[in-house]
Every structure is written in structure tokens, then in C-alpha cells.
């Protein structure tokens, strides 16, 4: 069985995680370390996590029954859990919330972020606004012109997006800028990271931030169905949606579960995201674990469909569950995943973000081969609406 009670005290998961990081990142990472453990332990800190989630964000988020997708599919009940209803309309706010409360905590007054798709980005400028702090998001200028509506959600709300234009201008060199700017600026600045990727503890606590995710999914489901499920499935990129589900049933040996990676245009170098095909173990932005690596070890192009699974590593948690064979790892190809956006839209009347639609190609794929009296809960981890443009180019031939 997976250890639930990892990582360890140095951030590592089996052989995986970690802290590789310059010297002068030690001293911000420990002082985090330590405010979250005892956060962690605080109730006064739990409860006004619970009550922002609650009236803020609008959790807990509705486990629904998509009647119509499971009676076209034939096989297993499918549950949906609704992460797209939240507050900016993804999960990514579950750990905004979270880690902008350690930030007071520590009495700082400056956030820093780097985002991809705009979508963590928009999450740290709402919650920087809600709790008055000043506000700098990194993000590389390829993506700010492919994600201008994210731009101006962050500039509404006061946040300075400052245009990255190293290397290829997207995510990878975003956390690079972020990273420089904490070195010369930890003493009042925090570091919103957005997944449960870089090196401890942010691996875990963003994981821990995410397992609410799970925690109700799973008294949810016990409500409903009076059992747990037999299947989980989530969409990954860096990882934070899917280990906040899965990690609170990783003891429930009965219950399988399937992360999904972007396969692009399928598993071709440079073509696709898809870390456990054809990927290798490296060290990349502060973690040891899965990435996309050519054979002098410098990393790979990725493609995909969604910005949002755009990246060449995967959490180190990730790593570790495959490694011990706990966590199942598939991918949906571009194509795959346009089509279950299509057919979530039409059958159920919900346009899932292209990340999560990654994970409706798979349950669009396996539920049909599963029992009917068996139980699928997949992880809706965002809403479409910010993708509705791409989509309907590709599903219309709309060039408007
Ligand atoms: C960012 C994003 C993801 C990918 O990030 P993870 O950390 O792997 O969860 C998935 N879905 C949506 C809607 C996102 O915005």
C-alpha cells in the first residue's frame, strides 16, 4: 500500500521530491516548513480556512450523478465532482486560499506567482485582493497573448502581471523569474507556488490544501451510494487536483484510480506532456521526479491541447504512486479530448475545462467496459468557459 504519511521529514516520497534548491532558498523554505506545521496544528487557523471555503469559494462542491452520460456510456454510474462551481472556476483557488493564510501568518505583505494558462494566476490576484496584498504574477509572454482574458481578470483586480520573454516564454521560465524574485525578496514576500510540484514543502501542503477535494468526495459518495467508489479518475499536470482526490482513499484498496496526462498528438517527442511515456527520472525546479528529458537531460518541448497540463515534470507524489504501482497513468490525445468536451457539453450541459476534459476522454473510454452496478467518480477540476474560443474552433471550424 502507499504510505499516506509521506514525505518524509527532508520532503521526500520514496526516492522522489525533495528540496533542490539554491542555498539561499533554505532559509524561506524552512520558516514555511515550520509556520505550516504549526498552522497545521492550530484550530483557530483550520477554522477560518473552513469558513473562507465555505462562504468564499462555495464549498463543499456538489458530487452529481451525470444520469444522461452514464445511460449513453451503458456501464458505470458516473459521479462528477463539481470543482468548476467554485470561486473562479477551478480548483486552483482551494490552494490560493490556503497558502495566502500561511502568508499572514508569517506577516507578509508581498505575493509572487507564476502562471500558465492564467487560470493559478487569477486565483493568487483574487485572493491577494480579498486580503490586501500587494501583488506580482509572473507569466511568460507567449502565454499572456494566448491567454489575454486571464491577463485582464489579474489586472482588475489589481495584480501586476509582469511578461516573461527567456527561452520559450511560457510556464517553465515564469517559475524561473518567480523563483529570482523570492531569492532577493523572502524577508515580506511569499511565493503562492500553483501545483503540488517544486520542492518541499509545497508538494505537500498544496496537496494538503486539495484534499478537501477528496474529504468530501468520499462522505459524498457514502451519502449517496452507502460504499466507496471503484474508481477515481483525474486529470494531471502538475498534479494537484488529482492527489487532492485520490490521497484521502490511497488506503482503500478496493478503490483503483486513474491519473490521466496530456498525450498531445500522441507520444511523439515534443508532441505531447504525457510524463510517464517515454520520460525519465531528472531533477527540474526544485524536485527530483518524472520529466520529459532528452538524452543530454536537457528538458523537452511539451504540446497539449491545455495550457494548463502544458509542463514537463509531475508532482514527485505522483512519481512515487506509480513507482509503487498504487496510481494507474494513462493519457487522453488532443483529439480524444475534444471529443468528450463535445460530449459532456451535449449530454450533460457542462463545458469542463480542456484540462479536465482530459479525464472525461478516459471515463468516456472505460466506463462502457465496467459493470453497471459499479461506481466512477471522476474530478470535474474546472469550467470551460475560458476555452470556449479553441474549442469552438476545432468542434465548429469557427475561425470568427
Ligand atoms: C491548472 C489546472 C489543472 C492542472 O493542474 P493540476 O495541478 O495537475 O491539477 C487541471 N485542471 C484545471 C481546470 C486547471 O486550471
Known amino acids: 500500500m502507499a504510505t499516506t504519511t509521506l514525505p518524509d521529514a527532508t520532503g521526500h516520497f520514496g526516492e522522489f521530491g525533495g528540496m533542490f ?10 520558516e514555511l516548513s515550520k509556520a505550516y506545521d504549526e498552522a497545521r496544528a492550530d ?3 483550520q477554522a477560518e480556512l473552513d469558513h473562507l471555503l465555505g462562504d468564499y469559494c462555495g464549498r463543499p462542491t456538489p458530487l452529481y450523478f451525470a444520469e444522461h452520460w452514464t445511460e449513453k456510456l451503458g456501464g458505470a454510474k458516473i459521479y462528477l465532482k463539481r470543482e468548476d462551481l467554485l470561486h473562479t472556476g477551478a480548483h486552483k483557488i ?3 486560499i490556503g497558502q495566502i493564510l500561511l502568508a499572514k501568518r508569517l506577516g507578509k505583505t508581498r505575493i509572487i506567482a507564476e502562471t500558465g494558462a492564467g487560470q493559478h494566476g487569477v486565483a493568487t490576484a483574487t485572493v491577494c485582493a480579498r ?7 509572473y507569466m511568460g509572454a507567449v502565454d499572456m497573448e494566448r491567454q489575454a482574458l486571464n491577463v485582464a481578470r489579474m489586472r482588475l483586480m489589481g495584480a501586476e502581471v509582469r511578461a516573461v520573454t527567456a527561452g520559450q516564454a511560457t510556464l517553465k521560465e515564469a517559475v524561473n523569474e518567480a523563483m529570482r524574485d523570492w531569492v532577493a525578496s523572502f524577508e515580506h514576500t511569499h ?3 500553483g501545483s503540488a510540484l517544486g520542492s518541499h514543502p509545497f508538494p505537500m501542503m498544496v496537496r494538503d490544501f486539495h484534499r478537501v477535494i477528496g474529504v468530501e468526495s468520499r462522505r459524498q459518495i457514502l451519502e449517496k451510494e452507502g460504499r466507496l467508489p471503484d474508481l477515481l479518475v483525474a486529470c494531471v499536470g502538475g498534479g494537484s487536483n488529482a492527489i487532492g482526490l485520490f490521497h484521502p482513499f490511497l488506503d482503500d484498496e478496493n478503490v483503483r484510480m486513474v491519473g490521466v496526462e496530456a498525450g498531445g498528438d500522441g507520444i511523439v517527442p515534443e508532441r505531447h506532456a504525457a510524463r510517464f511515456q517515454g520520460g525519465k527520472l531528472g531533477v527540474l525546479q526544485g524536485t527530483k ?25 509531475i508532482g514527485p507524489e505522483h512519481a512515487y504512486l506509480q513507482n509503487i504501482g498504487r496510481v494507474e497513468y494513462t493519457y487522453a490525445t488532443d483529439a480524444e479530448t475534444l471529443a468528450a468536451f463535445r460530449e459532456l457539453a451535449e449530454v450533460e450541459g457542462i463545458l469542463p475545462a480542456l484540462e479536465s476534459a482530459h479525464a472525461m476522454a478516459y471515463v468516456s473510454k472505460i466506463a462502457p467496459s465496467l459493470p453497471k452496478d459499479s461506481i466512477l467518480i471522476a474530478n470535474l477540476s474546472g469550467r470551460g ?9 476545432y468542434l465548429l471550424g469557427d475561425d470568427s
Open 191 to 193: 511565493y503562492i507556488l
Open 43 to 45: 484550530p483557530a487557523f
Open 131 to 137: 486580503f490586501g496584498m500587494e501583488c506580482v504574477v
Open 385 to 393: 468557459d475560458k476555452d470556449v474560443e479553441q474549442a469552438a474552433k
Open 94 to 96: 482551494n490552494n490560493a
Open 21 to 30: 534548491v539554491p542555498e539561499t532558498l533554505m532559509t524561506p523554505l524552512e
Open 289 to 313: 521526479t518524472w520529466l520529459l528529458a532528452n538524452d543530454d537531460g536537457q528538458i523537452e518541448l511539451t504540446h497539449s491541447v491545455s495550457a494548463g497540463l502544458d509542463y514537463a515534470a
